[in-house]
């Protein structure tokens, strides 16, 4: 993103405050510093130079990166990126830079360590439908149905960590290198919302990119006899970064599997994880799980399913820590191990 796209963002928004109502760090902090609204005003005073970076990067940074302000903006405003690219900009260390991405890639780079020497199988699908594999799958070295139908590129990670922790240079990196492998697909597959999300923002054919559950929601499931989930209750958290078409799709796919009861929870309530933004704003990120703790309990679901590691992560700790621990799994392994057709 340019300069001139910057301005021409910050210039779009209208200030309606419908932001507002959908930020969970707002919901938390009652601080317009923190929401979409109130870091557009802050830019456009930097650009007429009233204000001075040191008092705008700050806020910048508590920003959770959720998109909901962007998804919810009459005017399309791309937040997101606009707040991304001006967080590289302002932040004057590049040291701090790489040690903040370093932090948050470092799980990853121990799961992949902790599992590079386990053996698994190898497939070889023959299918024109490219399997986006995002990197905690990778470094689980996870072996699923999805990398046994379709095909794996070896993409590069999605770029998300890097846009997020202020990294332009090597988001642009892997972006460009995935564009080139994406171009040889017929079609992309994700089991990630913040993997499709994020590659849907920079590459040209989004009617290329498809969830995962599009392939099988048509499809007639049911319960395996042998499951500890047979005739409980399952609901599903919406990834923050995943669209309401691809969760409508999923709701409607749970909802015909036989032998399960789906209860919806609220689909605007965030996780709180945001990555390893709970390393960084640890209060916050605290209060956001607490509340989607105590949304989850009104359900009284046996087990909780979602489609972004993060959100699998940040599921678990909220449950461990607030309002009883109740099992929490990605929807591809639910579908892999618990479902017959």
């Not at 492998?181 to 989004?206: G, I, P």
């Not at 449950?319 to 109740?326: A, D, E, M, R």
Request: hydrophobic letters at 35%.
């Amino acid at each position: 993103m340019i300069e001139k796209e910057i301005k021409n963002n910050i210039d779009k928004c209208s200030r309606c405050a419908l932001c507002l109502q959908n930020c969970p760090v707002y919901n938390i902090t009652k601080d317009d510093n923190n929401t979409a609204r109130g870091l557009i005003c802050k830019l456009t005073a930097y650009y007429k130079k009233i204000l001075n970076k040191k008092e705008i990067r700050k806020d910048l940074k508590v920003c959770l990166y959720c998109t909901k302000c962007e998804q919810n903006c009459p005017s399309k405003v791309e937040t997101t990126k606009v707040f991304a690219y001006k967080n590289a900009e302002l932040y004057p260390s590049k040291f701090s830079q790489r040690l903040f991405l370093a932090a948050k890639l470092l799980p990853i780079k121990i799961l992949y360590f902790i599992n590079f020497f386990k053996k698994h199988a190898k497939f070889t699908p023959n299918s024109e439908i490219v399997y986006f594999k995002g990197c905690v799958a990778k470094s689980q070295h996870k072996i699923t149905f999805l990398d046994k139908l379709f095909k794996n590129l070896n993409v590069s990670c999605c770029g998300l960590p890097y846009l997020a922790g202020g990294d332009l240079k090597n988001y642009e990196k892997v972006k460009r290198k995935n564009i080139q492998l994406l171009k040889r697909a017929n079609l992309v597959l994700f089991d990630c919302a913040s993997c499709k999300s994020t590659v849907e923002s920079y590459y040209f054919q989004k009617e290329k990119l498809v969830f995962f559950s599009e392939f099988f929601k048509k499809k007639k499931y049911k319960i395996k006899e042998n499951s500890r989930y047979k005739n409980k209750t399952i609901t599903f958290h919406k990834p923050c970064h995943m669209s309401q078409s691809d969760f409508l799709a999923i709701e409607q796919f749970l909802q015909s599997i036989k032998g399960i009861n789906y209860v919806p929870c609220d689909s605007n309530s965030c996780c709180g994880f945001g990555g390893s933004y709970f390393l960084f704003h640890p209060v916050i990120s605290a209060k956001i799980a607490q509340k989607k703790a105590e949304l989850i309990k009104k359900t009284n679901c046996d087990l909780i399913l979602s489609a972004c590691p993060s959100c699998v992560l940040g599921l678990r700790f909220s449950q461990l820590f607030y309002k009883g621990f109740k099992k929490t799994l990605e929807l591809r392994d639910f579908i892999d191990k618990e479902l017959t057709l």
